[in-house]
Protein backbone atom coordinates (compact mmCIF):
# COMPACT_ATOMS: atom_id res chain seq x y z
CA UNK A 1 0.00 0.00 0.00
CA UNK A 2 1.00 3.32 -0.16
CA UNK A 3 0.30 7.09 1.42
CA UNK A 4 2.14 9.73 -0.93
CA UNK A 5 1.33 12.54 1.35
CA UNK A 6 2.03 12.34 4.85
CA UNK A 7 3.54 14.65 7.41
CA UNK A 8 5.28 11.58 9.87
CA UNK A 9 7.63 14.22 11.50
CA UNK A 10 4.64 15.79 13.33
CA UNK A 11 3.11 12.86 14.83
CA UNK A 12 3.56 12.09 18.62
CA UNK A 13 5.43 9.21 17.89
CA UNK A 14 6.88 8.97 14.34
CA UNK A 15 9.49 5.87 15.43
CA UNK A 16 6.56 3.72 16.08
CA UNK A 17 4.89 4.99 12.99
CA UNK A 18 7.61 4.22 10.52
CA UNK A 19 8.36 0.45 12.56
CA UNK A 20 4.51 0.23 11.58
CA UNK A 21 5.07 1.16 8.37
CA UNK A 22 7.85 -1.42 7.91
CA UNK A 23 6.15 -4.21 9.49
CA UNK A 24 3.14 -3.64 6.39
CA UNK A 25 5.51 -2.53 3.82
CA UNK A 26 4.14 0.65 3.53
CA UNK A 27 5.50 3.00 0.71
CA UNK A 28 5.01 6.38 2.33
CA UNK A 29 6.20 10.27 0.69
CA UNK A 30 7.11 11.64 3.99
CA UNK A 31 6.33 15.68 3.49
CA UNK A 32 7.98 18.62 5.29
CA UNK A 33 7.07 22.03 5.75
CA UNK A 34 10.05 23.61 6.18
CA UNK A 35 13.75 22.85 4.65
CA UNK A 36 14.72 23.01 7.78
CA UNK A 37 12.67 20.23 9.12
CA UNK A 38 13.83 18.19 6.59
CA UNK A 39 17.34 16.68 7.86
CA UNK A 40 15.84 15.43 11.33
CA UNK A 41 12.90 13.94 9.11
CA UNK A 42 15.05 11.99 6.75
CA UNK A 43 16.95 10.79 9.55
CA UNK A 44 14.16 9.60 11.04
CA UNK A 45 13.47 7.16 8.27
CA UNK A 46 16.58 6.38 6.76
CA UNK A 47 16.21 2.49 7.36
CA UNK A 48 13.28 2.13 5.86
CA UNK A 49 13.48 1.97 2.02
CA UNK A 50 9.82 2.25 1.47
CA UNK A 51 9.97 5.69 3.26
CA UNK A 52 10.98 8.39 1.15
CA UNK A 53 11.31 12.22 2.55
CA UNK A 54 10.40 15.23 0.41
CA UNK A 55 11.92 18.48 1.31
CA UNK A 56 9.45 20.94 0.86
CA UNK A 57 8.15 24.90 2.08
CA UNK A 58 4.43 24.78 2.98
CA UNK A 59 2.74 27.99 1.57
CA UNK A 60 1.22 29.11 4.68
CA UNK A 61 4.71 29.50 6.06
CA UNK A 62 6.28 31.09 2.56
CA UNK A 63 5.86 34.43 4.42
CA UNK A 64 7.67 33.94 7.82
CA UNK A 65 10.16 31.07 6.08
CA UNK A 66 10.86 32.06 2.70
CA UNK A 67 15.06 33.02 4.38
CA UNK A 68 15.07 29.47 4.21
CA UNK A 69 14.98 28.97 0.46
CA UNK A 70 18.79 29.03 0.96
CA UNK A 71 18.87 25.97 2.94
CA UNK A 72 16.17 24.51 0.24
CA UNK A 73 19.05 24.96 -2.49
CA UNK A 74 21.63 23.60 -0.26
CA UNK A 75 19.20 20.36 0.29
CA UNK A 76 17.79 19.76 -3.14
CA UNK A 77 20.62 17.66 -4.61
CA UNK A 78 20.00 15.31 -1.86
CA UNK A 79 16.67 14.22 -2.86
CA UNK A 80 14.38 13.24 -5.60
CA UNK A 81 11.20 14.41 -3.90
CA UNK A 82 9.49 18.07 -3.20
CA UNK A 83 6.55 18.91 -0.71
CA UNK A 84 4.95 19.95 0.71
CA UNK A 85 4.75 23.55 -1.44
CA UNK A 86 2.19 24.84 -3.84
CA UNK A 87 -0.07 27.79 -3.07
CA UNK A 88 -2.97 28.75 -0.29
CA UNK A 89 -5.47 31.33 -1.59
CA UNK A 90 -7.13 31.38 1.44
CA UNK A 91 -8.48 34.73 3.24
CA UNK A 92 -5.82 33.98 5.99
CA UNK A 93 -2.98 33.70 4.12
CA UNK A 94 -3.76 36.28 0.79
CA UNK A 95 -1.49 38.87 3.43
CA UNK A 96 1.70 37.13 2.37
CA UNK A 97 0.77 35.87 -1.27
CA UNK A 98 3.49 37.64 -3.09
CA UNK A 99 5.76 35.35 -0.50
CA UNK A 100 3.39 32.44 -1.58
CA UNK A 101 4.07 33.05 -5.16
CA UNK A 102 7.98 33.62 -4.90
CA UNK A 103 8.61 30.84 -3.44
CA UNK A 104 6.59 28.39 -5.29
CA UNK A 105 8.17 29.77 -8.39
CA UNK A 106 11.34 29.55 -7.14
CA UNK A 107 11.49 25.93 -5.79
CA UNK A 108 9.63 25.01 -9.62
CA UNK A 109 12.72 26.47 -10.92
CA UNK A 110 15.28 24.55 -8.44
CA UNK A 111 13.21 21.76 -9.92
CA UNK A 112 14.11 22.06 -14.06
CA UNK A 113 17.70 23.11 -12.89
CA UNK A 114 18.17 19.74 -11.35
CA UNK A 115 16.47 17.49 -14.04
CA UNK A 116 13.06 17.33 -12.46
CA UNK A 117 11.77 15.84 -9.33
CA UNK A 118 8.55 14.24 -8.05
CA UNK A 119 6.31 17.01 -5.86
CA UNK A 120 3.87 16.78 -4.00
CA UNK A 121 1.30 20.17 -4.49
CA UNK A 122 -0.99 21.94 -2.29
CA UNK A 123 -3.80 23.79 -4.21
CA UNK A 124 -6.35 25.05 -1.73
CA UNK A 125 -8.55 27.84 -2.84
CA UNK A 126 -5.74 28.58 -5.26
CA UNK A 127 -5.94 25.74 -8.47
CA UNK A 128 -6.09 28.37 -11.10
CA UNK A 129 -2.97 30.10 -9.68
CA UNK A 130 -1.40 26.60 -9.11
CA UNK A 131 -1.95 25.45 -12.60
CA UNK A 132 -1.18 29.07 -14.71
CA UNK A 133 2.69 28.66 -12.38
CA UNK A 134 2.84 24.71 -13.44
CA UNK A 135 2.76 26.00 -16.87
CA UNK A 136 5.41 28.22 -16.63
CA UNK A 137 7.65 25.44 -15.43
CA UNK A 138 6.64 22.13 -17.72
CA UNK A 139 10.19 20.96 -17.17
CA UNK A 140 10.00 20.85 -13.36
CA UNK A 141 9.01 17.43 -13.30
CA UNK A 142 6.37 14.86 -12.13
CA UNK A 143 3.33 16.86 -10.41
CA UNK A 144 1.64 15.26 -7.93
CA UNK A 145 -1.86 17.81 -7.03
CA UNK A 146 -2.48 16.57 -3.13
CA UNK A 147 -6.04 16.95 -1.87
CA UNK A 148 -7.17 18.60 -4.74
CA UNK A 149 -10.35 20.69 -4.48
CA UNK A 150 -10.84 22.97 -7.67
CA UNK A 151 -13.55 22.89 -9.96
CA UNK A 152 -14.41 20.07 -12.79
CA UNK A 153 -13.42 22.66 -15.28
CA UNK A 154 -9.75 23.10 -13.45
CA UNK A 155 -9.58 19.40 -12.83
CA UNK A 156 -9.80 19.35 -16.43
CA UNK A 157 -6.84 21.59 -17.06
CA UNK A 158 -4.60 19.75 -14.31
CA UNK A 159 -5.38 16.87 -16.45
CA UNK A 160 -4.16 17.75 -19.61
CA UNK A 161 -1.13 19.74 -18.20
CA UNK A 162 -0.39 15.65 -17.06
CA UNK A 163 -0.99 15.81 -13.23
CA UNK A 164 -1.47 13.47 -10.99
CA UNK A 165 -3.92 13.27 -7.81
CA UNK A 166 -3.39 11.88 -4.69
CA UNK A 167 -6.72 10.97 -2.73
CA UNK A 168 -7.13 10.91 0.66
CA UNK A 169 -10.54 9.41 2.53
CA UNK A 170 -11.30 12.45 4.10
CA UNK A 171 -12.13 14.05 -0.06
CA UNK A 172 -15.22 11.44 0.55
CA UNK A 173 -17.03 13.17 2.72
CA UNK A 174 -18.46 15.89 0.49
CA UNK A 175 -20.47 15.45 -2.76
CA UNK A 176 -17.63 17.72 -4.66
CA UNK A 177 -14.95 15.61 -3.16
CA UNK A 178 -16.71 12.58 -4.56
CA UNK A 179 -17.52 14.23 -7.90
CA UNK A 180 -14.24 15.08 -8.28
CA UNK A 181 -12.67 11.55 -7.68
CA UNK A 182 -15.42 10.17 -9.78
CA UNK A 183 -14.06 12.42 -12.98
CA UNK A 184 -10.32 11.46 -12.20
CA UNK A 185 -8.65 9.47 -14.66
CA UNK A 186 -8.08 6.13 -12.65
CA UNK A 187 -4.41 6.08 -14.21
CA UNK A 188 -3.79 9.49 -12.75
CA UNK A 189 -4.79 8.35 -9.39
CA UNK A 190 -2.76 7.77 -5.90
CA UNK A 191 -3.35 7.75 -2.10
CA UNK A 192 -2.56 9.45 0.91
CA UNK A 193 -3.63 10.13 3.85
CA UNK A 194 -2.50 14.09 4.93
CA UNK A 195 -1.84 12.31 8.53
CA UNK A 196 -1.74 13.87 11.34
CA UNK A 197 -3.57 16.70 9.64
CA UNK A 198 -6.85 14.60 8.95
CA UNK A 199 -8.62 12.11 11.60
CA UNK A 200 -11.88 9.29 11.92
CA UNK A 201 -13.53 9.45 15.28
CA UNK A 202 -11.08 11.69 16.94
CA UNK A 203 -7.82 10.05 15.86
CA UNK A 204 -5.61 10.74 13.40
CA UNK A 205 -5.37 9.32 10.35
CA UNK A 206 -2.15 6.55 9.89
CA UNK A 207 -0.63 5.81 6.78
CA UNK A 208 -2.02 2.56 6.37
CA UNK A 209 -5.46 4.15 6.69
CA UNK A 210 -5.15 5.40 2.73
CA UNK A 211 -6.37 1.69 1.93
CA UNK A 212 -10.08 2.97 2.88
CA UNK A 213 -9.86 5.03 -0.38
CA UNK A 214 -9.71 1.67 -2.16
CA UNK A 215 -12.42 0.37 -0.70
CA UNK A 216 -14.26 3.68 -1.49
CA UNK A 217 -13.46 3.94 -5.36
CA UNK A 218 -14.09 -0.24 -6.03
CA UNK A 219 -17.67 1.46 -5.40
CA UNK A 220 -17.30 4.51 -7.80
CA UNK A 221 -15.09 1.80 -10.21
CA UNK A 222 -17.55 -0.82 -9.89
CA UNK A 223 -14.45 -3.04 -9.47
CA UNK A 224 -13.27 -5.44 -7.40
CA UNK A 225 -10.81 -3.97 -4.46
CA UNK A 226 -8.28 -6.33 -5.77
CA UNK A 227 -8.27 -4.46 -9.46
CA UNK A 228 -8.43 -1.04 -7.78
CA UNK A 229 -5.50 -1.92 -5.72
CA UNK A 230 -3.51 -3.24 -8.87
CA UNK A 231 -4.63 0.31 -10.90
CA UNK A 232 -3.37 2.40 -8.15
CA UNK A 233 -0.17 0.27 -7.44
CA UNK A 234 0.82 0.29 -11.35
CA UNK A 235 0.06 4.35 -11.01
CA UNK A 236 2.56 4.46 -8.20
CA UNK A 237 5.43 3.00 -10.12
CA UNK A 238 4.99 5.00 -12.90
CA UNK A 239 5.19 7.90 -11.20
CA UNK A 240 8.01 6.85 -9.16
CA UNK A 241 9.91 4.91 -12.71
CA UNK A 242 9.86 8.47 -15.13
MN1 LIG B 1 -0.25 18.30 4.10
Same mark, same amino acid.
Given at each position: MIDLHCHLDLYQNPVEIIEECERRGIYVL &?? %??TPSAWPKTNELAS? @? !? !?IKTALGLHPQLAGERKGELKLFNQL? /?? %?RYIGEVGLDGSKENKSFWNDQKEVFEHILSKCEESGGKILSIHSRNAAREVLETLKDYPHAGQFILHWFSGSLKELKDAIDLGCWFSVN *???? @?SKKGVRLIESMPKDRLLLET? /? *?FTNTNGSPLMP?? &?IDVIWKLSNIWSDTKENVQMQVMANFLKVINH
Open positions: &SV %TNK @N !R !RI /GE %T *PIMF @ND /G *PWN &S
